[in-house]
């Protein structure tokens, strides 16, 4: 079966009315991960700056499920947090990228894998109060496993562990970043409903 976006794809998108008002606009950061402050007005007229970054990024995240029923799992070294957290795959939508294609490419990329199937999962806004950065999800089966490609900023470990071990982890609240919880919760009905959980 060819793959189809989840229809909550194109519901990811912004209203067509807006109840704020912005009179003005400046760039404070510029870079990978630019931020912006504007200055808006709300129904009532009270005026404020807000600081957040723009609509647009994109990313994809990626829970592989081997043929052997296994999910595979990275350990990645996060700065911010100077820690090494579980989490699924994930990156960045290239300009120009559909969503599965970055997905392959990530897949490849941090983890060495090859997908027979390709389910998606509903997409999401991991912090919509400070980020209009729009996350698409999907499952990946069947997968093989190669060598990995990881990029020169990237610290990451893989690791294959039976589909019941990693629900365990995110029941016992050890998936610390909470977007490849919701990714692993998203899956978990349609794991299910093929006989993998």
Excluded: K
Aim: some cysteine.
């Amino acid at each position: 079966m060819p793959f189809q976006p989840h229809p909550n794809w194109a519901r990811l998108t912004e209203d067509d009315e807006q109840p704020w008002q912005t009179l003005s606009s400046r760039q404070l950061i510029t870079g990978i991960r630019p931020v912006w402050e504007d200055r808006v007005q709300l129904p009532g007229g009270v005026q404020t700056d807000y600081q957040y970054r723009r609509r647009g990024p994109r990313a994809v995240f990626v829970l592989p499920i081997t043929a052997a029923g296994e999910a595979v799992l990275i350990r990645q070294y996060r700065y911010p947090l100077r820690a090494t957290i579980t989490e699924v795959v994930a990156g960045g939508i290239e300009r120009g990228e559909e969503p599965l294609d970055a997905a392959v490419r990530e897949l490849g990329e941090e983890v060495g894998g090859q997908a027979t199937e390709w389910v998606a999962l509903p997409g999401f806004y991991p912090q919509p109060s400070i980020s209009g950065v729009t996350f698409y999800a999907a499952l990946a089966l069947g997968v093989t496993l190669g060598e990995m490609h990881h990029e020169d900023t990237e610290t990451i470990e893989r690791f294959c562990l039976p589909l019941t071990e990693a629900y365990d982890l995110l029941e016992r609240g050890e998936i610390h970043d909470a977007s490849s919880a919701l990714v692993l919760y998203q899956a978990r009905a349609e794991l299910q409903r093929r006989g993998l959980l």
